[in-house]
């Protein structure tokens, strides 16, 4: 089955700065590539997603981009603020898979210092 | 919140205990997951329903046994447990198009502990 490394495990930065958060994947036949936030005490929230027809996305201060070639793709945080401390988790979907099953990163621990 | 709720929050169990969690989602949606949270470790995917139906299990213990009397509710019974088991346990729904990746919407998890 699909296998998705993610790194790094934790990341600590200074309010204002950029965070990068990336992942592998392994399994050619993967297209969907959503990114989840999980706060403290929640469960995973989406907040980006990418397909595999599409290089890169934007949604206001999150990016994510995607290397077919390579298998990796990456999540991109301009301007940290505090609020996007949290654990952020990479997941991979092949095509035809059952109801678009996810594989998940182990995730990353983000802590924004103000 | 994301519209799935699961009850309870935190559970305290011994390992000749059974007991039940429940997961209830108000999205009118047709797919329904269990999955394993542990430290250090990806989710773990353990069930999935559609329509009421099983359509995957992962070689999960029998001692985790899913129940998905409708749409909206999913249960996941529990009994003689180990403490490995010990998790949070998220479930989570989606629309459940069939061969459509979709957005899966996450409840806030039942903390468990097996003494």
């Known amino acids: 089955g699909e296998n998705v490394e993610q790194h790094p495990s934790t990341l600590s930065v200074q309010e204002g700065d950029s965070a990068v958060i990336k992942c592998t994947y392994s399994?050619?036949?993967?297209?969907?590539f959503p990114w989840y936030k999980q706060e403290l005490g929640k469960g995973p929230q989406l907040i980006i997603d990418i397909r595999s027809n599409v290089g890169e996305k934007k949604d206001q201060r999150i990016a994510v981009t995607l290397n077919k070639t390579a298998k990796h793709f990456s999540l991109h945080i301009t301007e940290t603020q505090p609020e996007d401390s949290a654990v952020y988790f990479c997941?991979?979907?092949?095509?035809?898979?059952?109801?678009?099953?996810?594989?998940f990163g182990r995730g990353t621990q983000l802590t924004v210092w103000p | 919140e994301t519209g799935v709720t699961q009850t309870p929050r935190h559970l305290v169990m011994g390992m000749t205990n059974k007991k039940s969690l429940k997961c209830e989602q108000h999205?009118?949606?047709?797919?329904m997951y269990w999955y394993k949270q542990s430290a250090k470790k990806p989710l773990e995917l353990m069930f999935v329903?559609?329509?009421?139906?099983?359509?995957e299990n992962n070689s999960v213990p029998s001692r985790f046994s899913p129940e998905c009397p409708n749409s909206s509710h999913l249960f996941l019974h529990l009994h003689t447990l180990q403490p490995e088991d010990s998790a949070l346990y998220l479930c989570a729904s989606s629309q459940g198009v069939a061969g459509f990746q979709e957005t899966q919407y996450f409840g806030p998890g039942t903390r468990l502990l097996v003494l």
């Open positions: 997941a991979a979907s092949p095509r035809g898979s059952t109801l678009g099953r996810l594989y």
């Open positions: 999205l009118g949606h047709n797919a």
């Open positions: 329903y559609s329509l009421e139906e099983r359509v």
């Open positions: 399994d050619s036949a993967s297209n969907y």
